[in-house]
Each structure stands twice: as C-alpha cells, then as structure tokens.
C-alpha cells in the first residue's frame, strides 16, 4: 500500500476540520470539527509509526494520548458551553461578543443578573 | 492496487464523506450521528493499518464516548431538531477558501513527498537471514508493553490531567459555586 493513501485521507479530512471551526457558528458543531482535526493528525501518528516499524509505539502510544486529552477537552468542553448557555440563552459564537471592544451593547451585560430558577432547573 | 488498497481507499473516502457531512448539514443531530459514521471508519483504517489496539481505542472512546457527549450537549442546549437555519456563520465563504488553500498545500506537499513511497510494514526477508526486522505490530500486548515500560511518565502524567479536567468539569457546571460568591 502507497504511503499517500493515508497521508491525503488524513489532510482532506484536516482540512474538513478547518473548515468547520471557521464556517460554523454553534459552538457543539466546532468542537465536533475540532474533533476531526485531532483524528487527522491521529492518522498521520499511526501510519508513520507503521511504516518506520517504531520499536518504541511512539507514534500508536502518542495517538492513545490524543485520544484521552481529546476526550478531556470535549468534556471541559461541553461544560463551558453549557455554562455559557444557562447565563446567556445562545451558543452561537459570533453572538457572544462582550469581549469585544465595539458595539457595547451587543450581547446581555456579563454581569448581569441570572435567568430565572426554574429555566436554570430544566437546564440542568 | 491490491485488496488492502481498495479497502483502504473506500474506508479513507468514507470517512472524508462522513467529515465533510459533518460539516456541511444543516442538521444538528445528523452531524454528531455522521460524526459516528466518520470515526467508525477511520477506525476501519487504523485495523487496514495493522493498529488493532488504537483502532478499538478509537471505536470505545470516540464512538461510544465523545459522541455520546456531544449529542449530550446538543441536547441540554435546547438545540432545534429539525432542518435548522443559520447553522453556518457569515465567513463562509473566507472558511471555504482557506479550507481549500489547505487541503490544497497540504495534498501537494504529501503527493509530492511521498509518492513512490510504499507503506513498509512488511519487511522481505531473505530465507536464510538469521534475524529479521520485527514486523510492524499494534497488538495490545505490544502496545501494553510500549506503554507501561517506555512511556509509562507521560501515562501517569495524563491521568492527572484526566483528574484535573474531571474536577474542572464538575467545578465549571456546579451552579451554586459562581452565584454565592457574587450575593
């Protein structure tokens, strides 16, 4: 099997990846296309390491690695994108904009006061 | 091309597919569930690939697991079900561009590099070599012993960071925390 048969899965599906953290705007959906990028590069990892015939696994043993902080990252995640939807109601990215210095009034007041208790409650 | 080609070549289109699906539709659950489709076959390449372990690693964690959490979240976040809108934000067009620029640079560069190179995880061995180069291997065993002799600091090293980002998760999502301090 030709070596660029990986190689060229693992970059078209890098670029996916790109693709999806530029064009999409809820935030579920870049984190799925940050996924895709991580498997990218956890293809180039092991098809490297099968092809050297690494003594060591480095490249299979560090792809088990990107797994589990993959898995870590998704959780952190998914945790800060739930909080950031039980204080402001929206996930989409290009909508939360109260770091940015124009428009001041675009988004709700960061330190504003919660939503009410039983929507919290149904969040949870 | 022989049959382990073809395999890989349809496992490979497949997931590239499935990525781009996940990517492009307009529906929320059908992304994570295309993502599922994406991941399964990447797996398939890992096992083409002689990675047994990783491969099952990656049906486990990314399948079971990190889907499972996704769809998690695009539930609690209330997401619509149907065919939804404004999924894409405006720079689409900008994305689209540097997504190709990539892909582009990124296959040249491959096809350029590695082009008449075979994958070499088979060795030939002449029949009366007394010791042959071991043969490319992702059996657990092999890996097993990969990980808990050679790299056995970076193990324990993630699975603090595992701990930190537990603990992390918990803190961030706990409600009370963040409200108290502020009454």
């Known amino acids: 099997m030709h070596l660029a048969f990986p190689l060229v899965t693992a970059a078209l599906l890098f670029s996916a990846g790109v693709y999806g953290v530029l064009a999409r705007r809820n935030a579920i959906l870049v984190l799925m296309a940050v996924e895709l990028m991580l498997n990218a590069v956890n293809l180039n990892l092991v098809a490297f390491d099968v092809h050297l015939r690494d003594r060591l696994h480095g490249g299979q043993v560090l792809t088990l690695f990107t797994i589990v902080i993959a898995a870590a990252e998704v959780g952190l995640g998914l945790a800060i994108v739930l909080l950031v939807f039980r204080n402001r109601r929206v996930i989409d990215v290009d909508r939360l904009r109260s770091l940015a210095e124009s428009e001041p009034s675009g988004s709700s007041d960061p330190s504003g006061p919660p939503p009410a208790e039983p929507e919290r409650e149904a969040v949870q | ?183």
Do not use: K
């Not at chain 2, 382990?4 to 059908?30: I, W, Y």
């Not at chain 2, 059996?139 to 990980?147: M, N, R, T, Y």
């Not at chain 2, 808990?148 to 603090?160: A, D, I, K, N």
């Not at chain 2, 980002?165 to 409200?179: D, K, Y």
């Open chain 2, 1 to 183: 091309m022989t049959g382990r080609d073809v395999v890989f070549a349809l496992l490979g289109v497949v997931a590239v597919g499935a990525g781009l699906l996940v990517v492009t539709t307009r529906q929320l659950v059908h992304a994570a569930l295309w993502l599922v489709v994406s991941f399964g076959a990447l797996a398939g390449c890992y096992l083409v690939l002689t990675a047994e372990f990783v491969a099952w690693v990656q049906v486990l964690i990314y399948v079971g697991a990190v889907v499972v959490l996704l769809l998690f979240g695009i539930m609690l976040t209330r997401a619509p079900v149907g065919p939804s809108e404004g999924l894409d934000s405006g720079n689409r067009r900008a994305a689209l561009a540097v997504a190709a620029g990539t892909a582009a640079l990124l296959v040249t560069v491959l096809v350029m590099g590695f082009r008449g190179t075979r994958l070499n995880d088979a060795p030939h061995c002449p029949p009366d070599a007394t010791s042959c180069p071991a043969r490319a291997n992702g059996s657990a065993e092999h890996l097993g012993e990969a990980v808990f002799r050679t790299w056995v600091l970076p193990f324990e090293v993630l699975s603090v960071l595992l701990l930190a980002a537990l603990v992390g998760a918990i803190v961030l999502s706990r409600t009370g925390l963040a409200t108290r301090r502020d009454r």
